[in-house]
Structures are given as C-alpha cells and as structure tokens.
C-alpha cells in the first residue's frame, strides 16, 4: 500500500501539481519540431552533397565544390553536436537575439546534412555502372539519368540507414538543453529541479523517446516493404 | 548553342543526299593509362550492314564499339554519324545516342521500374511521346519478341533471354538508326542463346544497320553482311562472312579460327 500512495504522491507532485506536465507536452512539441525541420534541412544539404560528391567521383567535374563539400564532411563529422550547437548559438549568433528553436534547428539540420550525404552517397555509388551506362546511351544527359535511373534505386537502398541517421537525430535533440532550449529533456530537468525527485519525470521522458523511436522504426519498416514489394 | 544546331541539321541533311556512310570512323585511337586498347582503328558501316566485330578478349573490339557513342571516350580520330562528327565536344552527344540504341552484355534493364516503365521512358521524357503513343509502340515490339504478356512484370521476374530481349526492344522503342551490341548473350545460359539471337535476325532481316561484338560465330557466319577481326587493337582482317570464315588471308585469323571454330 506504501508503495502505490508513493507513486500517487510521487506523479501528483511530479505532472500534476503546478501544471508540472506541461513542461513534457511543451517539451516534446519543441524536441518534434526540432527534428521535423532538421530533417528536411539534412535531407536537402545531404542530397546536394551526396550529388557534388558522386558527380566528382563519377566524371571528375566540380572540384572546387567538391573541395568544400569534403571540408563540410570533415568538420562536422569530427566534431561533437553539442560543439557545434554551442558554436552556432553563442559565437555566430552571440551578438543578436535569435529564436533558440531556429538556432537548434540550423545547428541539427548542418549535423544531420553530412551524415545523409554520406549514406546517399554510398547508395549512389553503390549503383552498378551499367545503370548509368544504359541511362546514358538512351540519351538521356547526366542529370536526367541521376532523376530517372539512379536516385530512386540509390534511395531504395539507403532507406534504412536514412531512417536510422533520423532515429539518431531525434535522441540527439536531447542536448539542446544546453543552450537553455525547453524540449522535452530540457522539461523533465525542469521538473526534477523543482521537485528534487528526479526519477519519474525522467523515465516519462525516456519512455516517450523510446516510443518514438519506435515508431519511426515500424514506419521505415512497413516504408521498406512497400518500395521493395514494387519489384516482384 | 542554336547555331550548332542548324549546323548540324545542316551537315545532316548534306550527308543524307550524299549517300555517304552512316558510321565513319576515322583512326580511332582509345588510350586508358598504360595499355592502348584502340591503336587506329578506321571502318565505315552503311545503312543496312550488318557488321560483325569478333576477336580475342582484349582486343579492344568492346572499346570500340562503345566508343561509337561514346560512353568510352576516344583518345584521338573521328566518327562521323549521319554526317555530324559526334567527337567533337561541342557536339551535344545525348541527342545523337537517342539514334543509336545500344544493348549490353549485362541487359542493364532498371530494375525499379515494370517492362511498360522500362520500354517508354525514354520515349516519353526524350522524344516528347504521350503516355498512349509510347505505350502503343512498346506493345507493338513486344509483340514481335513474344513478349507482350510481360509488360507488367518487373526485370527480377524474368529470364536472362527474356531480360535480353527487352533490353533489345527498349533499345527499338526510341526508333533507332543503328543498333549496337555489346556481347549480348555472353551471360546467357545456353538455352537462352537462341531466343536473342532470333530477334536480332528478325532485326538483320528488316535491314536495321547493326554493329555486334560477340563470340557466336555460326550466328555471325549466317546473319553479318560483313565481319571484322580485331586484334591488339587494331582491324587486322574485314571481309564478307564466306570470305572470312572460309578463305582467311592473316594468319592470325586463321590461328583465331582454328581455335573458336
């Protein structure tokens, strides 16, 4: 009986005393639309990438932004996300006020663009020559046979590492914290600094990572069944 | 851009009056690294020939049949198609390779994609054809491969043949002026050979100009209306299929029979 008036008590002062759960709900709104939007950044930079990189390696053109697409590649790879976060928010935009939202979405979004690129680039690459060489001797030019021909092959095959890099992105959104952004991880700190009882609001938090993540992981799944029924 | 255009068109139509080869190749020279797989290599193939390239592995007789529409680019000497010299950078190649179908020993058919899919692309995204009329000439040619019941099907669902004889029909379906073959039933299993080949003598028959690299050389006896011998290379020996096969002058190609017949 102990136990159960515990955890009444523990949740009341916890979630509902002072309206505690909006920080979760709030928090979780800001940790979504973090990784909605640097999504969309990474796939957009990681395709572009991925492409300048892929064209080099294929026809030995664009060199120079191939250059700068191997120093993006390198410094973001080889640096921590939580640097970087930091670096974007205090150091380029220390001197204006800026929306923290907006700041952890460019910063996610650069991150998450150099590893897409790199896994577009392994399926495009991964792509056999022949596709290529077919595509071409058809008549249709580079760019078409990469729309055409190539990328949605590529794509097909890099659909679960994509998902993956996205998994890793939302749970990575846990850091933003630092630079005093209220998403959900933010929120259940929040929570326990008030109410010095750090258990629950911390494993509600985990527990809501974990259901997202899993259900990112069955949509990918039931993503991948699709594209491959398509072929048989 | 549009000026070279009228150009071309231009020394397209001179060439069509002049009744000048469709395929001149001029001391053809192709160079990777180290090794010269091209060592000047000339030849001219007429509307309606159908030239058969055959050799030792190595002799470069791929190379040079992939450097007619240059997916290997030549290192040095000329090909001029339908009168436009295609190895002139300036040339806008893709537009000439729309008239030059090509079919690959690894039929390269897109895996992502039904047969229907496969046969109009180009056709509908490169010659401006609507869905209907891409679809109706697609129909047509599978018919003629006896393969019209597949149109749904994807290329993992088939056969090497029936792969083959799609890769052929997708090569027809952009209305081709010649049509190149790459070793087209080297990965075939045996009891596949046949099928293809039966095609492309269906193709010989209705005088399509065709350049075939291949080792079949009782299909080549039967079907060319002249064969080429290439080695290190270079063409050592060009004669009609009777001459070649029967009265061979170089002893290499004799030495070259001796083994393959």
Known sequence: MNFITDFTNDFYLNFIKEDRWKY???????????????????????FIVAIIRSTHDKTGKMKFLNW?????????????????????????????????????????????????????RGG???????????????????????????????LKNVLPALGNEFIVLLKETSVAGYIALEDLTKGADIIRSQTFSPMMPLLAVAAIYLAFVMMLSWLIKVLERRLRNSER | MKDKKSVNAALKEAWAVSGSPLIQVKDLKKSFKELDALDGVSVDINKGDVVFVVGPSG????????????????????????????????????????????????????????????????????????????????????????????????PNQLSG????????VRALCMKPDVMLFDEPTSALDPEMVGEVLAVMR????????MVVVTHEMAFAKEVASRVIFMADGKIVEEAAPD??????KTERLQNFLAKVL
Do not use: W
Not at chain 1, 129 to 137: D, I, L, N, P
Not at chain 2, 60 to 69: A, E, Q, V
Not at chain 2, 80 to 92: A, Q, S, Y
Not at chain 2, 97 to 111: A, E, I, S, T, W
């Open chain 1, 24 to 46: 979760i709900v709030d928090g979780l709104g800001v940790t979504l639309e973090v990784t909605l939007f640097a999504v969309l950044i990474g796939i957009a930079l990681g």
């Open chain 1, 68 to 120: 700068l697409c191997n120093i993006y590649l390198t410094v973001i790879r080889g640096t921590p996300v939580l640097v970087q976060l930091l670096i974007i928010y205090f150091v380029i935009f220390g001197s204006v006020r800026v929306d923290k939202v907006l700041v952890a979405v460019i910063a996610f979004g650069i991150n998450s663009g150099a590893y897409v690129a790199e896994i577009v």
């Open chain 1, 124 to 154: 495009i690459m991964s792509i056999d020559a022949g596709q290529f060489e077919a595509g071409r001797s058809l008549g249709f030019n580079y760019t078409q046979t990469m729309i055409h021909i190539i990328l949605p092959q590529a």
């Open chain 2, 59 to 154: 002799s470069g007789k791929s190379t040079f049949l992939r450097c007619l529409n240059r997916l290997e680019e030549p290192t040095e000497g000329q090909i001029l198609f339908e009168g436009v010299d295609i190895t002139d950078p300036k040339t806008d190649i893709n537009l000439h390779r729309q008239k030059m179908g090509m079919v690959f020993q690894q039929f390269n058919l897109f895996p992502h994609m039904s047969i229907m899919k496969n046969l109009t692309l180009g056709p509908m995204k490169l010659q401006g054809k609507s869905k209907e009329e891409a679809e109706a000439e697609a129909k047509r040619l599978l018919e003629r491969v006896g393969l019209s019941d597949r149109a749904d099907a994807y």
């Open chain 2, 161 to 168: 043949g029936q792969k083959q004889r799609i890769a052929i």
């Open chain 2, 202 to 209: 269906d193709l010989a028959e209705e005088k399509m100009t």
């Open chain 2, 243 to 248: 001459e070649f096969f029967e009265h061979p």
